[in-house]
Structure formats: C-alpha cells, structure tokens
C-alpha cells in the first residue's frame, strides 16, 4: 500500500482539530452550566482569579478553562496583563439564550449523544432502534435550545408568512396542532405572536409534555396553548387550519401514516407545514460541514429513533425532497412545495 504522506499529514491536521473540538465541546457545556461565559458579558478582561470570584468557582479550574478558550477561538487572552475576556462576537453567540445564535445548547445536544454511544453501538449490532426517551436527559434540553434560537429569528418572521394565506387565520383566530413539539419552544413562539388562535402541542415524550406545560404557564400562555401526550399517527382533534411538524417527520417510523392521520385532521383549506433540516438531493452535494453536523446527529438520533417505532422508515435527517414528496402524497396530500430556506432548515407547505 502507497501512502501519499501530504495526504495523511493532511488527515492527521484534520484528526488534531477534530479531537481538540470533542475535548472542547465538554468545556462548553461547564462554561454554560457554570455561568462562567454569562460572568464575561460585560466584555471586561478578567484574570482567572476574578472570573473564579464572579461565579463561585475555583480558580485553578477557571483558569484552565479559559485557556482552553482562548486555544480554541471562544475567548481572547491578552498576554501581558495575563487577562481574558470575551469578544462582542463570542457575548452574542456564547452568553444569551434569545439570541438567534445562540451556540451552547448545540453541544449539549452533541455531548448527549456520548453518553448514549454504547446503546447505539448495540442498535448497530442488532439492527433494532433507540427511542426518543431511552436518551440522556440533556438531549431533550439541548434540543430545544439548539433550535429555538433559530425558530425565534424565522418561524413568525419568514416562514409562516411563507405559507400561502396561513398568517391571515392566524391573527383572525385559526386552530393549531404542533406535533413533536417536545418542550412546546415552537408552541408558544407561535402562541405569542397570534394571541387569538388556539394552539394544541402533541408528543409521545411525557416527560416533555410535562416540561411544555410548566413553561406555557411561566409565560402566561394556558389560556391559548394545550400540551397532551399524542403519537403523530394518534394524536386527537379534527377541523384544524395548521398542521406543524418542526424537525421530526425523519424521526418517525411511519411518516406516511403521519402524513395520512395529518391529512384527516385537518380543515379540507387547512395547510401542513413541514420543516425538515436542510439538504441537497444528492450525497455528493451534502459533503460539507453542514452534511457532516446533520448525518452524525442522523446516525446517532434520528435513524435509531425511527428504527425504534412500527415501520421504522428511517428517513434519516437528509432526506431528499423527492423522497419526502413520496412519503407526503403517499398519505393523501397532493400538493407538496418548497415554501422558503435556510442554510439550516427547509419549510415544506402541503395542500389535500
């Protein structure tokens, strides 16, 4: 065997990177937990010692964290006052939930998956699934803080009003169904924004239905949103004028037969709105590090869910467009279109 040594230095550069980012994502999640990139908000440079006094740490760890910061790009240090502080940039995206780039809750998810890694290694060897609850806890919470930064900046702003007559009934008063709607983060951003519709969240996970409830009613939304425990294929009610299904079709064993219960649910004007990750049609096209964020959370998340359910479809997070459309008129719509994107996601409107 040959081995072109620029190729495999080349690869090893890749390998140093890679495993410094597994190691970093770990210091993350503690930085967030501990409140330590929240106690840099004010953009003051901070020795280890006072950063350790701000949050009631100790400060030979601190210090060690925020020089693995500063050696990956999450925090500045200043080599002669022996000081560290955190960049406009980094406060945006490291210190405020509400922001739209808010980054933390995406290593929490991450790091979730290396907790579970020996039960997946298991589903490979046997074929079988993982559910949704059979995860650590902290892939719930690290879900809904990865994709409610990007829901917050898109969902009332762009894509509902994407949807062909759908933000009118919203603001007159229209029924919804939010299914797979998890902590209900999707539920009561639309709950906010059109106070005279009725907002109605469904999951399977009643450990989140639980979550959902006790946030609605901490923001004050009871009146307007209900949260029961509810399978995509099962879930209750008739007559609505939005079905939405936010980043969970894949995740389904049988998403035609979802596709088929949404169908039946809805008003015969009603509209499914499906948002799915983004993705090209060909694998080719989603080699980059977008492809590469989505297909490892697909092997680790998305694939073991289905596969955990009747069917077990396995539609992976990477699913073509013309592959949803089979699975979307396979229930009974006839009109599936492509409503808006972004680079992270794409919304789907369905018609009967």
């Not at 967030?32 to 950063?51: C, I, N």
């Not at 209900?184 to 709950?191: C, E, K, L, V």
């Not at 869910?305 to 089979?326: F, I, P, T």
């Amino acid at each position: 065997m040959a081995i072109d040594e620029t190729k495999l230095n080349a690869f090893l550069e890749q390998f140093v990177s890679d495993a410094g980012a597994v190691f970093h994502a770990a210091t993350i999640v503690i930085g967030d937990r501990l409140g330590l990139y929240k106690a840099m908000d004010d953009g003051a440079k901070l020795t280890p010692a006072e950063l350790a006094t701000r949050t009631g740490t100790d400060e030979r760890y601190v210090r060690e964290w925020l020089s693995a910061q500063a050696a990956s790009g999450y925090a500045e240090y200043d080599a002669e006052t022996g000081r560290f502080r955190l960049t406009e940039e980094q406060i945006f995206a490291l210190t405020n939930e509400n922001h739209p780039l808010f980054l933390p809750g995406a290593f929490q998810l991450a790091g979730s998956t290396l907790k579970d890694y020996e039960t997946i290694v298991e589903a490979f060897k046997t074929g079988k699934g993982v559910g949704w609850h059979e995860h650590h806890g902290d892939l719930f919470q690290g879900t809904e803080r990865f994709f409610r930064p990007s829901y917050n900046s898109n969902l009332t702003k762009s894509w509902l009003p994407a949807l062909e007559g759908v933000e009118e009934k919203l603001k007159a008063g229209a029924k919804v169904a939010d299914v797979g709607c998890g902590h209900g983060a999707s539920t009561m951003i639309m709950a906010e924004a059109y106070p005279n519709s009725q907002f109605y969240g469904y999951d399977y996970h009643d450990k989140s239905i639980e979550v959902a409830r006790e946030a609605a009613k901490a923001a004050g939304f009871s009146d307007r949103t209900h949260f029961e425990v509810g399978l995509a294929k099962e879930f209750p009610g008739k007559e609505f004028d939005l079905v939405t299904f936010f980043d969970c079709l894949h995740d389904m064993g049988d998403p035609r037969g979802a596709s088929a219960h949404v169908l039946q649910s809805l008003k015969s004007d009603g509209t499914w709105m499906i948002v799915e990750p983004f993705a090209h049609d060909k694998l080719e096209d989603n080699l980059n590090p977008v492809g590469r964020l989505y297909y490892s959370a697909s092997t680790t998340v998305c694939t073991p869910a289905s596969r955990s359910q009747e069917v077990g479809l396995a539609l992976g997070n990477q699913v073509s467009e013309a592959r949803l459309r089979e699975v979307v008129t396979g229930g009974g719509f006839t009109k599936l279109r492509l409503a808006t994107d972004t680079p992270f996601n794409r919304v789907f409107e369905a018609r009967p």
